[in-house]
């Protein structure tokens, strides 16, 4: 029983850091996504984040350009990527 509880407290505390981290940066290019992905810095141009149905999101450039060099995932927890919209 004392390990099933360990266990639980780890998961949520794991979640809340994940969460957190995820709602301000974008783990492709690690700027923030209320600021413009890499590309966008130099156009100055506004860049739309991009919706996962798996919760995470990203910058719309950053994914895409992702799923040029990878499978069809999430960069962060590995699911099939979907958006969200
Ligand atoms: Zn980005
Ligand atoms: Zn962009
Ligand atoms: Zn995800």
């Known amino acids: 029983m ?11 505390a794991r ?5 957190s981290s995820l709602d301000t940066v974008c783990v492709i290019c690690n ?4 600021n413009t992905c890499t590309t966008c810095v130099r156009s100055g141009d506004g860049c ?3 919706f ?7 910058h719309l450039h950053c994914m895409e350009k992702w799923m040029g ?10 699911a099939e990527w979907c958006y969200k919209t």
């Open 15 to 19: 979640w809340r850091w994940i969460g």
């Open 2 to 12: 004392p390990k099933v509880i360990v266990k639980k407290i780890h998961a949520v």
């Open 69 to 78: 060099q990878n499978k069809l995932t999430c960069p962060c927890c590995r």
């Open 48 to 50: 739309a984040p991009a």
């Open 52 to 58: 996962g149905k798996c919760g995470h999101h990203f």
């Open 31 to 34: 700027n923030a996504l209320e």
